[in-house]
């Protein structure tokens, strides 16, 4: 008989914020987990506005047995979503999904691909026997919060039976502040090169100023060669991405699961940001996606 398999969708808890609170969820640990959802709602039990949700939230953070998957801005998350195209964007309202690559791959055979596996690890395969335990996801609040009065953690999930796979792996998204005070070209060679890691994108994203190329270099190898922001962005249209205003996107992805930049044999890995205008606050952020393996394949 062929296998099947039952999406669930639940609900774990809830909290209400205030100014400059910290909030932690725990997200049990059990079956694979496609996605973890927040979801913001008003002092009325109704759907809290974007504008609100991004006024009065300032950083969202994932970790996965300790290590940190997710590390952004509410703000920059958004943007995220934006430039990972319509179809993805026109969904995003009071609910913000967290595993970025189920968004990134967007056909349903293979969105799961890469699902957060936990007691799954240890299903099917000889010798699989490591499992993530432990999965928090904490939101800190800005001074200000108004128009939220209670986030909620929800996940969808599934049980793998035999003969459903999933991929031992999870998505990063981390992002990496940068500075630039003056025009001219912003050089960043210090992002991980993790062996068991491959590059999904990289974005260059700042409030003001203006970015008029970018050039990225592996090995003495040039993955972009140096690139007007215009042509990068057209890369992003052709592949069904959006491009967005105040970020600069290196995509190393087609949207296909095995389509990334692996970092295996990498020891110089270098991103160029020319800027034209430097942003007024004399820094940008880097956000950074890769796909790390966790080296459970049988």
Do not use: W
């Amino acid at each position: 008989m062929r296998s099947t398999r039952t999406k669930r969708i639940l609900t774990h808890n809830s909290d209400v914020p205030a100014a400059n609170k910290i909030i932690t969820f725990d997200v049990p640990g059990f079956e694979s987990i496609s996605q973890i959802f927040l979801t913001f709602r008003t002092g009325a039990n109704a759907p809290a506005a974007m504008t609100d949700i991004l006024n009065s939230i300032q950083n969202i953070r994932m970790t996965i047995n300790a290590v940190t998957v997710l590390d952004i801005s509410a703000v920059e998350l958004v943007k995220v979503y934006q430039m990972l195209g319509v179809q993805v964007f026109q969904s995003i309202s009071s609910v913000l999904p967290l595993n970025i690559v189920q968004l990134l791959y967007k056909l349903a055979s293979i969105e799961d691909a890469f699902a957060i596996g936990t007691d799954a690890f240890r299903e099917g395969r000889a010798g699989a026997t490591a499992r993530i335990g432990n999965i928090q996801v904490q939101v800190t609040c800005k001074g200000t919060v108004t128009g939220i009065n209670n986030i909620i953690c929800s996940s969808e999930r599934f049980d793998v039976g035999p003969g459903l796979n999933i991929t031992r792996g999870y998505c990063k998204l981390i992002t990496y502040p940068q500075g630039i005070k003056v025009p001219g070209t912003s050089v960043v060679d210090k992002l991980p090169q993790n062996a068991d890691e491959g590059y999904l994108f990289c974005a260059a994203m700042y409030d003001d100023g203006h970015t008029v190329s970018g050039e990225c270099i592996a090995n003495s190898q040039a993955i972009i060669q140096k690139s007007p922001r215009e042509l990068l962005n057209q890369v992003l249209d052709c592949r069904s991405f959006g491009e967005v205003t105040g970020v600069l996107a290196y995509m190393f992805t087609d949207g296909q699961p095995q389509s990334m930049l692996s970092m295996r044999g990498i020891t110089d890995f270098r991103i160029s940001t020319e800027f034209s205008t430097a942003p007024t606050s004399g820094f940008y952020d880097m956000v950074v996606a890769t796909m790390r393996s966790t080296g459970l394949e049988a």
